[in-house]
């Protein structure tokens, strides 16, 4: 006994001395950092892989075959449309994917000579072996992703959650194909499908309204083109189904209100620019149509998302312009539109419905003849990042709007956070 404790001393002892010696010449600390790092690599590399077949899956026939199997076993509200529905798709969905994707990294661990991908292996491991213990002991305890009920938050832009993947099931199987970290579905462009989706779009005859609307049809969306002038709109309602037109007066918001219901997307696009006038008449025209118009069908669209999977499909693209950060060498244009700004910081707070900005720079149109980015160009920058699903829609050549917006939407957001609160139902 005494000699097996002393050997077991003896070999602590020289354990530690050796990590001592390894921790002074800096071996350990290279040799932990080593592996975190490429532990955290493999980490993101199966999120990557497993979403990147998740994509394929969707593309090629024979792979789709087994995959809908997964698809085939959700009803609209997540539940489980039976428990045969259910095992099928852990044995030839789940248990598929998660064992191609552990013999994929197994394989990249091998040739890496890299311990850390240990951990993606571990990690790959982990579906494998859920999946195997739901189908085999016959459980149904889905995922977080996967739980029943209605969708009480929106899709979040961080990470992959219940309104982030219904999407993928009910709104567009090509789309949204991202299990955990969105990051694949930005690459892709599949962050935000807008396909089939009816978007309501004011300012419809300006040169961004119609340079927008073009962009949208081409993205086959159905375009309510919403304006004050319908005369002065160049696209012509054909009666065709995919663009109409639409006649609305300021004040009288409201009355949008029934054709809002069937809208999924309402862009907020309409505004006036009183340039040097400093006049009471400029103030009010400045605030009632940059400000104070656009809060009313901010209000009266999220008063429609009421269905149990709105939440997840309904949103409101609000252009406050570039002027939240920078001059627009026209005071009350930037007054009125960083109060915009600011006012929709704070109700996004309370998640009525996914609210995008749209920061964008100076374009040629009627108000602005000076403008040096095309209508055409900021149309497509604005497609491009909201099908990356980014919340705050960055387009313009001033280089330090990219580097000022985000700080200050943070700081806003932050003190908006802290001294304000969501009113009691
Ligand atoms: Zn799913
Ligand atoms: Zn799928």
């Given at each position: 006994m005494q000699k097996i404790m002393r050997m077991l001393t003896e070999g602590l002892a020289g354990i530690w001395s050796n990590l001592a010696i390894s921790w002074d010449s800096g071996v350990l600390i290279d040799v932990i950092s080593r592996f975190v790092m490429w532990g955290l690599f493999s980490l993101l590399l199966v999120e990557v892989l497993r979403d990147s077949y998740h994509a394929l899956c969707h593309q090629i026939d024979w792979l789709a075959k087994w995959h809908n199997k997964h698809h085939m076993a959700y009803r609209r509200d997540l539940s489980i449309v039976s428990a045969k529905a259910y095992q099928d798709s852990q044995l030839y969905h789940d248990m598929l994917e998660s064992g191609l994707l552990v013999i994929a990294i197994a394989i990249i661990a091998v040739f890496s000579h890299e311990i850390g991908f240990g951990l993606g292996v571990f990690y790959a491991s982990g579906f494998l072996y859920a999946a195997s213990l739901r189908y085999f002991l016959g459980?149904?305890?889905?995922d977080y992703a996967h739980r029943p009920g209605a969708l009480e938050t929106t899709p979040s832009p961080w990470w992959v959650n219940r309104s982030y993947h219904w999407r993928h099931h009910f709104?567009?199987?090509?789309?949204?194909?991202?299990?955990?970290?969105?990051l694949v579905d930005k690459i892709l462009g599949t962050g935000l499908s807008l396909q089939g989706k009816t978007i309501a779009i004011t300012g419809a005859s300006g040169a961004l309204g119609q340079a927008l609307s073009q962009e949208l049809l081409r993205q086959n969306a159905k375009v309510l083109a919403l304006t004050t002038n319908p005369d002065k709109l160049a696209v012509e309602d054909t009666g065709n189904n995919r663009f109409k037109v639409l006649s609305w007066q300021m004040g009288k918001e409201t009355e949008l209100k029934e054709k809002f219901e069937k809208v999924d997307i309402l862009i907020i696009n309409h505004g006036v620019n009183v340039y040097g006038d400093r006049t009471t008449e400029g103030i009010n025209s400045s605030y009632e149509i940059n400000t104070f118009s656009a809060l009313r069908l901010i209000d009266i669209f999220s008063s429609t998302?009421?269905?149990?999977?709105s939440k997840a499909t309904k949103e409101i693209w609000v252009n406050t312009s570039e002027a939240e950060v920078s001059p627009a060498l026209s005071p009350l244009y930037e007054l009125s539109k960083r109060a915009l700004g600011d006012i929709v910081t704070l109700k996004r707070l309370d998640d009525p419905c996914i609210i995008r900005k749209l920061i964008l720079g100076p374009f040629k149109s009627k108000l602005n003849p000076?403008?040096?980015?095309?209508a055409t160009q900021v149309a497509k920058g604005i497609v491009f990042f909201a099908k990356r699903d980014f919340r705050n829609i960055i387009v313009t050549i001033n280089p330090l709007t990219y580097i000022f917006s985000p700080i200050k939407e943070t700081m806003t957001w932050l003190y908006y956070r802290i001294f304000s609160q969501k009113k009691k139902e």
């Open positions: 459980t149904m305890d889905t709104d567009d199987v090509n789309a949204y194909y991202s299990g955990v970290f969105p998302v009421t269905g149990p999977q000076y403008g040096v980015m095309s």
